[in-house]
């Protein structure tokens, strides 16, 4: 019923989208277009930080070791990193911390260059995704919901590096997409990416049944795309809090 609803929904939106959704508590699942390819925007940062906290935990990255911002990091967009000088050293962990909370596409760059972008996409091989380009920044909705849900699992199953992850993504500037309907009480642990014609956002909400929603689209309407996310989000948690109160 849910799919047919954003399906007759998305109708009259410009452009294509595609959802995925994931329930973790009953692994109830579905999507639409959901194994289409994707621009995935700063939607990357969560299996590259993923990975990072991975390796963390395993005790290869050290979270205070110092990176140098070089010139080949930069890159306009989001992020405060890119106002300051060459030369400055930041963290690893706090470059963690600005690439999901600001969406700093710096200290993404600076990040990927210490990991290795090869190492980055295995890994994300290793978690099940398919849409995967060595080269090119591509993903699909499911795969990036299946990112999404082993940030989940690793937060569940670790009292340290997961909740520190988690807390990044809790706290991100942007609530316009995701979030921006839902009740204020709900919390939202999310990443959005935006580049022409590409709006997206992926997330966990934690409702009383907690679920992974992601959302991509491409040749949208950036007037209306925000709007649209938001409306999406909102039917699905409708959805999924009527269903668990029998409505």
């Known amino acids: ?58 005790g290869s990255v050290d979270p205070q070791y110092l990176l ?83 940030v989940y699992d690793f937060y569940k199953n670790d009292d340290v590096f997961g909740k520190e992850l988690m807390d990044y993504f809790l706290n991100t500037e942007f609530s316009d997409r995701i979030p921006a309907l839902l009740p204020k009480e709900v919390k939202v642990a999310h990443k959005v990416g935006n580049q022409i014609g590409t709006i997206n956002d992926v997330g966990v909400i934690f409702a009383d049944t907690p679920y992974v929603l992601s959302i991509l689209s491409k040749d949208a309407n950036e007037d209306e795309a925000y709007d649209a996310i938001a409306e999406i989000s909102k039917k699905v948690y409708e959805y999924v809090n009527n269903t668990n109160t029998g409505d």
Request: glycine content about 10%.
């Open 1 to 58: 019923m849910l799919k047919k609803n954003l399906e007759n929904y998305l109708e009259g939106v410009s452009g294509q989208y595609g959802i995925y959704y994931i329930n973790l508590t009953t692994g109830e699942e579905f999507g639409i277009n959901q194994e289409d390819t994707y621009t995935a925007a700063s939607t990357f940062k969560i299996p590259l930080n993923l990975y990072l906290y991975k390796r963390i935990k395993s």
């Open 68 to 150: 140098t911002y070089e010139e080949r990091d930069y890159e306009e967009g989001t992020g405060e990193i890119r106002y300051g000088n060459f030369g400055k050293k930041y963290s690893i962990r706090e470059l963690s911390r600005l690439s999901i909370e600001e969406s700093d596409n710096v200290a993404a760059n600076m990040l990927l260059r210490y990991l290795g972008r090869e190492n980055v996409k295995d890994f994300m091989r290793l978690c099940g995704g398919k849409v995967i380009d060595n080269d090119e920044n591509v993903s699909s909705p499911k795969d990036m919901g299946l990112y999404m849900k082993q």
